[in-house]
């Protein structure tokens, strides 16, 4: 079993649509996590970031986090073509002195006008 | 703003063939990456430099070296290319220190694709 695990989609919405990506995680250590976001031929970006459990919202975007549940999820309101990418989770704790991160294998994402 | 910058963004090796990737980022940052990234697989750790002068196995090691030249440079280097290896590279780095949120974020370059025939 994968530490991360991620529906790699393909997934196709209209635009405006509510897009809800997720992943679930089988590792109790993992203390931060992330959303990044990769443009096809690009190198992957950070969009969000959390630490607890529960809500983090920024513009049309929301970072939901359920640690009893190993579960984490991107919300994208109102989706736009320009947000047709690849979303991979990630995940950290420290190991060492060094922050050890895990990534999902990505959902990529396609938002039709 | 470079950020990290990767060169070159495209190679085509035979096997065999040995190359060396170079990675540089601008940002003072202490913590350097690399990782390959292929279908089905998602990012792969092949190694990472904590710090200066130190650098430690990742996920997938096998076949690469590499080397902290200085603060800045991070260099991957395939000895004997095999077909197996044919992917696309990204180095990446991260701050360190005591802030938790710049230590936990990694800034990546664009890329180097990769095929060894």
């Known amino acids: 079993q994968k530490e991360v695990e991620q529906d790699p989609g393909p997934l196709s919405v209209p635009e405006g649509a509510i897009v809800s990506l997720n992943c679930t995680y089988s590792?109790?250590?993992?203390?931060?996590f992330m959303w990044y976001r990769q443009y096809s031929r690009k190198g992957p970006e950070l969009l969000m970031y959390t630490y607890s459990s529960g809500n983090k919202e920024d513009g049309r975007f929301t970072a939901q986090v359920d640690k009893s549940s190993k579960y984490i999820s991107l919300f994208i309101r109102d989706s736009q073509p320009s947000d047709s990418a690849t979303y991979l989770c990630?995940?950290?704790?420290?190991?060492?002195?060094?922050?050890?991160?895990?990534f999902g294998i990505g959902t990529k994402l396609q938002v039709i006008p | 703003n470079a950020g990290v910058t990767q060169t070159p963004k495209f190679q085509v090796l035979k096997t065999g063939q040995s190359m060396t990737l170079q990675c540089a980022q601008d940002?003072?940052?202490?913590?350097m990456y690399w990782y390959r990234q292929d279908p089905g697989m998602g990012l792969r750790l092949i190694y990472y430099?904590?710090?200066?002068?130190?650098?430690d196995k990742g996920e997938v090691p096998n076949g690469y070296n590499v080397s902290r030249l200085n603060k800045r440079e991070f260099s991957l280097r395939l000895e004997s290319a095999a077909p197996s290896q044919t992917s696309v590279y990204f180095c990446a780095s991260s701050a360190s220190g005591q802030a938790v949120v710049a230590k936990n974020i990694q800034y990546f370059g664009a890329g180097t694709r990769l095929s060894v025939l």
């Open positions: 590792n109790s250590a993992f203390q931060y």
């Open positions: 430099s904590a710090s200066e002068g130190t650098t």
């Open positions: 940002m003072n940052h202490n913590s």
């Open positions: 990630a995940m950290t704790y420290s190991s060492g002195g060094y922050q050890k991160v895990t």
